[in-house]
């Protein structure tokens, strides 16, 4: 069973640039497209950004050119570096595989809250 943890959120200034960071376990990242996707308060959860197997990157159009999304394979790790953060970013974040090039997703983790408040 693959435990996904993702981590790096907080109280965040408008602004701001937090890294959120998604561990998990075996060599299930390097055979996926992976994912962070976001859920706010009393919204459904919403795919942000996608890192395909050859690294190509897919980013919802309300995070395009402010968050990027990268790996690392040899560390079992999926990262999202949020730039110029604004309150409608408030929301927790979570990884995944992405169904739309996955056969399967993995058990959700916790996730990690990133508040965006001044």
């Known amino acids: 069973q693959v435990q996904l943890v993702e981590s790096g959120g907080g109280l965040v200034q408008p602004g701001g640039s937090p890294r959120l960071s998604c561990a998990g376990s075996?060599?299930?990242?390097?055979?996926?497209?992976m994912a962070w996707y976001r859920q706010a308060p009393g919204k459904q959860r919403e795919l942000v950004a996608t890192?395909?197997?050859?690294?190509?990157?897919q980013y919802d159009a309300l995070v395009k050119g402010r968050f990027t999304i990268s790996r690392d394979n040899a560390k079992n790790t999926v990262y999202l570096q949020m730039n110029h953060l604004k309150p409608e970013d408030t929301a927790v974040y979570y990884c995944?595989?992405?169904?739309?090039?996955?056969?399967?997703?993995?058990?959700w983790g916790q996730g990690t809250q990133v508040t965006v408040t001044s």
């Open positions: 995944n595989t992405d169904l739309s090039y996955s056969d399967y997703m993995l058990s």
């Open positions: 075996g060599t299930i990242f390097s055979r996926n497209a």
């Open positions: 890192i395909l197997r050859d690294n190509s990157t």
